[in-house]
């Protein structure tokens, strides 16, 4: 047995694993360190990083960070809320082995956060509570407990030493030895509704990728001889470079040397060119080529908590709150000083405490060599706050603190990203009610022995009360709505005691790249609903909790379930979304019905929330991003320049050989109206449509497996070869333009036609996947053994090409939309022929494939990288690896579990001030981060836009609400909809719309305004749009506009009542 580094003794009843073999593990009891460095020795230099559990992960960090992750131990004392949560985000991140120390037992207190304790581990140690849970988190990572003094033996063997819920001595004495040491060292805390964290990472701690982003690379247009010589990019865009970056040349042509150049600093001149080394001894005037960054190594030293408290380095985490920042760097040593002098914290409320705090404070204040003015009102308010609830403990702040600390730790392991210089406070105090005194005293606030003793040591026990009676729309249990329903469990939202309700719902299946950030799922949940998975778990956090989950999707379909009923008893709703689309409608259903909305998102290291307020702020949909317009056809066609264009080019490849003529066939064989569908489009897409058909029916069609190879063959002829040669007879190397300028120059890069090799293992590639994939769609048994299709090939007969003159390649969008609507008439004519009898065809079966980017044994990834680096191949660009080829073409959005916690975090800290009531604008704070630099900015949410008509004043938010039935019961018409607008609000109302429906528009004529105006509102409705309106439908939105002077200022919609 494989004796680890972390069991006491000779042997060990740990079952660890390292990275490329994942066990189960038994729990382990702890004890001491006695032979890590063997561990290591035994340890593998390179390590095989499963992709399919750090899918995402992986494309934050890269391979090179994560296989040092792999190698790295990490040590995290006090397995409180805090504790717990900065372990859970370092075990899913895929270290060696995370240690949990702790010597205390846990207390009613702790369940408010510590979401790993159940009320049964009351009085049992915290850290061997935990374990089993953690453990489960990821099967690549050994999770062992320890107890005891941090002695210096025990310090020495770990690479990273956190400390939680730990007094200033114990911080001094570890953090002195870790120093000398070079041991990574952190401290993190959290006192109610402030949260402080510090790094020393060592005299020398090199960083080797400040901020993970892609190396930025443009395109040159000149470079200049001279001192210093000076780069021109083109200048479709920005080049982004900033001063001091580093970059390299290549394909630069005259001023050659420069390709072989070691990275040279640069200096921006401005957005399209900077200046470079001494050019004026190169042999001539450089054009063409790219210029690409270079991440250059960037040393950083840090200071050792004993002088960094002296001569604190505080990175902001909020512009608007600098100056208190330094007062919580006093307030936390405060705290240390109080409980040394008093054997605890201060009390709820208790306001001979807050004095004493407030007294220590200014002692240490006046010792420090840069002192706080702090003889106001303001400071002794702040100093009392920090006070009142020192005691708390808040899950929102843990996960914020415990995110932040985690990426930390991440950075101390692997060099990845900026770290933290050196100090970080963080708080919430906006959270707190206005009128504390009124509602918050010693005795609202004093512990009940229940598990929200934390949290209602801060807010008190009424807004518990609260908390429980809410009725919440969760949408969406992925990262975002994991954390969120922890969160949500740990302080009490919606509980059953108190009649509240959480309804969350999801309609994905469970997969296994979801485990590394979706924390609530584990290996034998794969395949089950999110949803009802996530509830579940949930529920063990805190079976007070009432939540109903489903498996819906969002959007007009599922209308009658999320109705009006069940929109008006909401109290709130909260995205856990990944796509915009339905952002946007959950945004319309709350403006809709006034309800709040809590909104976040992340990519990568980065993270936002947003939180919409109804009649207060804006709202999601407001100011939307701008539409990603993709690439333009040409490039794709003819003029790639980049990756991402082979790999689009590849992505459309697949949907128009193993999809859209499935489908089209189906429908062919299938849909009666079929046919009359496609003869009403375009003559252009009619023959396409028709062309495809065909093709697949009859020119293409094959009977056996071989055929599919052949066919593969042939098809791998005409796109790396035929078609290459076909551009170059229309355009030549040497082709000028009619302006004197070389055509393939610019993004224009020069193609070569490749030709086939079966021992090209690219080439073969290519073969296996689009032959399997081309069988798959036909129902034909394949055989991708590799001798065997190489035998087939050898036999398959290649048909001669010649380019032929007068063939029309486009050279851009415009060009190609000029000859859109050019067709041949005779084949379009042929082809309806051939095809008016879909009776000859009976009999087959096509089978549409939809791309699937995470199952490894589907050839979906291995024919886009195949095909992707064929064509980039053609055109002499740098191919990408299928890792990197799946995150371009599965449009895989990068995600770690440290930022959805922060976000997370920050959401609930909205909700608080959701639930207390707060109406005022300035007590919310829309959050971006970027963990990876880091950098944290919070700004109130901008104020909902106001308009005018006749003077009044609107917002989204408002809207005309008519009862569509009259006191005896009939519906109103057209016209006395018109009445009551004229009579109601002295609006003129010439146009109607329902949706896209127009109901009523003034340039009609009048016998149709005439049958319009004599119907009822419903009749109208379902007469225009030839629907019927579903019965759970009990208002219709319309939109109107007016024949006054000033109708271009719009008006609120019509929220119109049917029952």
């Known amino acids: 047995m494989k004796i680890h580094p972390f069991c006491s003794g000779d042997t060990c009843e740990c079952q660890g694993s390292d990275q490329t073999q994942p ?82 037992n846990a207390e009613w207190q702790d369940l408010s956060s510590q979401f790993f304790l159940k009320e049964g ?93 892609q190396p930025i690379s443009a395109m040159v247009l000149n470079i200049t001889k001279g001192s210093p010589g000076i780069v021109t990019c083109l200048d479709e865009h920005s080049h982004g470079f900033q001063n001091g970056d580093y970059v390299t040349f290549s394909e630069v042509k005259g001023m050659t040397e420069l390709n072989q150049c070691s990275p040279m600093e640069i200096k921006v001149l401005d957005r399209y060119s900077f200046s470079i080394c001494d050019t004026s001894s190169f ?46 760097h006093i307030a936390f040593q405060a705290l240390h000083q109080f409980v040394k002098e008093n054997g605890r914290l201060p009390g709820p409320r208790n306001e001979t405490d807050a004095r004493k705090l407030f007294t220590i404070a200014k002692a240490i204040n006046a010792d420090a060599l840069v002192p706080v003015e702090m003889d106001d009102s303001f400071h002794e308010d702040l100093f009392s706050k920090v006070a009142y609830m020192a005691v708390g403990d808040l899950i929102p702040m843990n996960a914020v603190i415990g995110g932040i600390a985690a990426q930390e730790v991440m950075k101390a392991c692997t060099g990845k990203f900026t770290p933290l210089r050196q100090w970080l406070y963080f708080d919430a105090l906006e959270c707190l009610p206005l009128e504390t005194n009124d509602i918050l005293n010693e005795e609202t606030c004093a512990p009940r022995g229940c598990r929200y003793d934390g949290q209602i040591a801060v807010f008190g026990a009424d807004f518990q009360k609260k908390l429980g009676k809410q009725k919440y729309f969760l949408v969406g249990a992925g990262a975002i709505g994991c954390e969120l329903l922890k969160n949500f469990a740990m302080i009490g939202l919606a509980t059953k005691e108190d009649g509240g ?54 959007g007009e379909e599922t209308e009658h379930i999320y109705n009006d009923e069940f929109f008006t008893e909401l109290d709130g709703v909260a995205n856990a979304l990944d796509n915009v689309e339905a952002r946007m409608y ?131 002829q005409i796109l790396y070869q035929n078609n290459i040669r076909q551009l170059l007879h229309n355009f030549p190397p040497d082709h000028v333009t009619s302006s004197g300028v070389q055509f393939w120059s610019g993004p224009k890069r020069c193609p070569k036609p490749l030709d086939f090799d079966a021992n090209n293992i690219l080439h073969l590639d290519y073969i296996v996947t689009t032959a399997k994939l081309f069988a798959e769609t036909y129902g034909i048994q394949w055989d991708t053994d590799r001798a065997s299709i190489i035998n087939i090939l050898s036999e398959v007969k290649v048909s001669k090409f010649t380019p032929r003159s007068g063939v029309k390649i486009h050279v851009d969008d ?23 009898d879909a009776s000859v065809f009976q009999g087959i079966h096509m089978h549409p494939i939809d791309f699937e980017k995470d199952d490894d044994t589907n050839y979906h990834m291995g024919f886009i990288t195949a095909a992707s680096n064929l064509r980039a191949e053609n055109y002499s660009i740098p191919p990408a690896d299928r890792h990197k080829s799946k995150l371009i073409a599965g449009k895989i959005i990068p995600a770690i579990a440290t930022t959805t916690a922060v976000v997370s975090g920050l959401v609930c800290l909205h909700l608080y001030n959701i639930v207390q009531g707060q109406k005022t604008i300035k007590r919310f704070r829309n959050g971006f981060i970027n963990l990876a630099i880091p950098f944290f900015a919070f700004s109130e949410p901008l104020a909902a836009k106001s308009n005018l008509y006749h003077d009044i004043e609107w917002t989204v938010w408002d809207s005309f609400k008519v009862q569509g039935r009259k006191p005896n019961g009939d519906e109103m018409t057209l016209q006395e909809f018109l009445d009551h607008f004229k009579r109601e609000h002295k609006l003129d109302v010439s146009i109607v719309t329902h949706g896209n429906a127009l109901l009523l528009a003034p340039f009609w004529v009048e016998e149709k305004q005439r049958q319009h105006l004599t119907q009822r509102m419903t009749e109208l409705v379902r007469s225009v749009t030839k629907n019927e309106i579903p019965s759970h439908v009990k208002v219709l939105k319309f939109e109107i506009d007016c024949s006054t002077d000033d109708a271009d200022m719009g008006r609120p919609p019509v929220h119109y009542w049917i029952s």
């Open 23 to 104: 066990e189960k593990r038994s729990e382990c009891q702890g004890g001491t360190v006695s032979v890590l460095q063997a561990e290591r020795r035994n340890m593998s230099d390179t390590h095989t990083i499963d992709e399919g559990l750090y899918s995402r992960q992986l494309y934050v960090l890269g391979h090179e960070a994560m296989t040092k992750m792999a190698h790295s131990d990490v040590l995290i004392s006090g397995m409180r809320g805090l504790g717990v949560e900065i372990a859970k985000n370092v075990a899913l991140g895929g270290v060696r082995s995370v240690v949990i120390h702790d010597d205390q």
């Open 121 to 213: 581990d009351i009085g049992k140690n915290r850290a061997l509570a935990s374990q089993m849970h953690l453990s489960e988190l990821n099967n690549y990572v050994h999770v062992l407990t320890q107890s005891g003094e941090l002695s210096e033996d025990l310090l020495s063997k770990f690479d990273v030493v956190v400390l939680t819920n730990s007094s200033l001595d114990e911080q001094l004495r570890i953090g002195s030895f870790c120093h000398s040491n070079n041991i990574k060292f952190i401290v993190a805390d959290t006192k109610g509704l402030i949260g402080q964290l510090f790094c020393d990472f060592g005299e020398e701690f090199i960083v080797y990728d400040s901020d993970g982003e």
């Open 283 to 328: 042999s001539d005037i450089g054009t063409g080529g790219y210029v690409t960054e270079v991440k250059m190594p960037k040393k950083y030293s840090f200071k050792p908590l004993e002088e960094a408290l002296k001569e604190p380095n505080i990175i902001p985490s909020d512009f608007g709150k600098i100056e208190r920042h330094q007062c919580l």
């Open 501 to 554: 309700c959480i309804t969350v719902t999801d309609m994905d299946s469970i997969e296994r790249s979801n485990l590394n950030r979706q924390f609530l799922f584990r290996d034998r949940d794969v395949s089950k609903p999110k949803s009802d998975t996530a509830a579940i778990a949930a529920k063990q956090m805190n079976p007070h909790i009432h939540i109903v989950s489903h498996q819906n999707r969002v």
């Open 586 to 716: 959950m945004d319309g259903r709350c403006v809709f019905y006034g309800k709040p909305l809590l909104e976040s998102g992340t990519l990568g290291t980065k993270g936002n929330t947003q939180v919409i307020l109804p009649f207060l702020t804006e709202s999601y949909g407001t100011n939307r991003d701008p539409t990603d317009m993709g690439f333009p056809m040409c490039t794709l066609k003819h003029f790639p320049n980049a990756i991402e264009h082979t790999l689009q080019w590849a992505r459309d490849e697949f949907e128009g050989l193993f999809k859209q003529p499935a489908v089209c066939v189906e429908q062919y064989l299938r849909d009666n109206n079929f046919k009359e569908r496609i003869l009403q489009q375009s003559d252009l897409q009619t023959l396409n449509t028709l062309e495809t058909i065909y093709n697949t029916l009859v020119t293409d069609r094959p009977t056996y497996w071989a055929d599919c190879v052949r066919w593969a063959r042939n098809h791998f």
């Open 814 to 836: 415009k060009e190609m939309q000029d000859d859109a609507e050019s067709v041949d008439e005779d084949r379009l004519q042929e082809l309806k022929t051939k095809l008016s």
